[in-house]
């Protein structure tokens, strides 16, 4: 089946080092996104890409990296700049056209930093 | 894009219809209603969206007033499964880029 595979789902790191979450979409979407969900908060937009090797900040960019070398993986690196890097991350992916196509989530990778 | 408001949190007797109510007053008229929900610990799941007419399709009604103001997510018979976290979205953006706010947990009781 198609989907957006997030892994790992539980990810603890001491502070100070860098982390990068996988992020792989076998659904041929062009756009993937990445967003971070504190506890009881919506989610807030980190990064995302419309096509690869092309990526744009989102809201909260700071203390985040991403690549977009191929279409079907994002991943996100989460760095020690980032000051509050205890989350719930969730990539997610939609065809090119946004009207007629719903984003499509993963289920998220819990980081945990200490 | 337009913001949504929602009530924080609704009940539903098992079976019955869920009616989940979201105002999105300053809507343009490009923009579309989503909606999506949130078991928790998992990523959220597109339930449906709407332009200007009703929808329907395998999981719920999406009823959009004629002003486009304010829209209704309806459940038909509602399960247990369907407790989670539900969150009404408008957007045109052609990135994507939908703003989820905190939404309304619904839950379903016995």
């Known amino acids: 089946d198609g989907g957006i595979t997030q892994s790992p789902k539980y990810l603890f790191r001491k502070e100070g080092q860098n982390v990068t979450l996988s992020c792989e979409q076998n659904l041929n979407h062009d756009a993937m996104y990445w967003y971070r969900q504190d506890p009881g908060q919506g989610l807030r937009l980190i990064y995302y890409s419309q096509i690869v090797n092309d990526f744009q900040k989102g809201d909260i960019a700071e203390g985040y990296s991403v690549s977009r070398e191929k279409k079907e993986s994002f991943p996100l690196t989460v760095t020690s700049a980032q000051k509050n890097p205890t989350a719930f991350y969730l990539c997610?992916?939609?065809?090119?056209?946004?009207?007629?196509?719903?984003?499509?989530f993963g289920n998220g990778t819990r980081l945990t930093v200490t | 894009d337009a913001k949504t408001t929602q009530p924080t949190s609704m009940d539903c007797a098992e079976g019955r219809a869920a009616n989940l109510p979201c105002n999105h007053s300053?809507?343009?008229?490009?923009?579309?209603v989503y909606w999506y929900r949130q078991i928790h610990s998992q990523g959220p799941q597109y339930i449906i969206h709407?332009?200007?007419n009703n929808e329907t399709n395998e999981m719920a009604s999406l009823i959009i007033t004629e002003d486009r103001k304010s829209s209704t997510l309806i459940l038909p018979h509602a399960t247990l499964r369907d407790t989670a976290v539900y969150y009404c979205?408008?957007?045109?953006?052609?990135?994507?880029?939908?703003?989820f706010g905190q939404g309304t947990t619904l839950q379903v009781k016995p």
């Open positions: 709407g332009l200007k």
């Open positions: 300053t809507i343009s008229g490009n923009e579309y």
């Open positions: 979205i408008v957007s045109a953006g052609n990135t994507g880029k939908l703003i």
């Open positions: 997610a992916s939609t065809g090119r056209n946004s009207y007629n196509s719903p984003l499509h």
